[in-house]
């Protein structure tokens, strides 16, 4: 899941997930889960329902997105409340 120096990074603090070619609901679980243990994770998803999921579980969990950058695919910082 984390992976070293990457100059695509958004945020150099976020803890980073890439669930790149896992389908929906994949990417939002690991992003739950990385978010038990950090302030700030940083996904990576190609599913195309990606953004959405993102956006309903910051709404059902009072989480913040950061940052979010659709370049080639989903790239989005997360933080918890």
């Given at each position: 899941m984390a992976s070293g120096h990457d100059p695509r990074r958004l945020e150099v603090?976020?803890?980073?997930?890439d669930a790149r070619g896992k389908p929906c609901p994949v990417p939002i679980i690991e992003l739950a889960k990385a978010l038990r243990a950090h302030p700030e994770v940083e996904l990576w998803a190609d599913d195309p329902a990606a953004?959405?999921?993102?956006?309903?579980?910051?709404?059902?969990?009072?989480?913040?997105?950061?940052r979010l950058d659709r370049g080639g695919w989903l790239r989005v910082v997360v933080r918890g409340a």
């Open positions: 603090s976020a803890f980073l997930v953004e959405g999921d993102v956006n309903t579980f910051c709404e059902a969990t009072r989480r913040v997105v950061v």
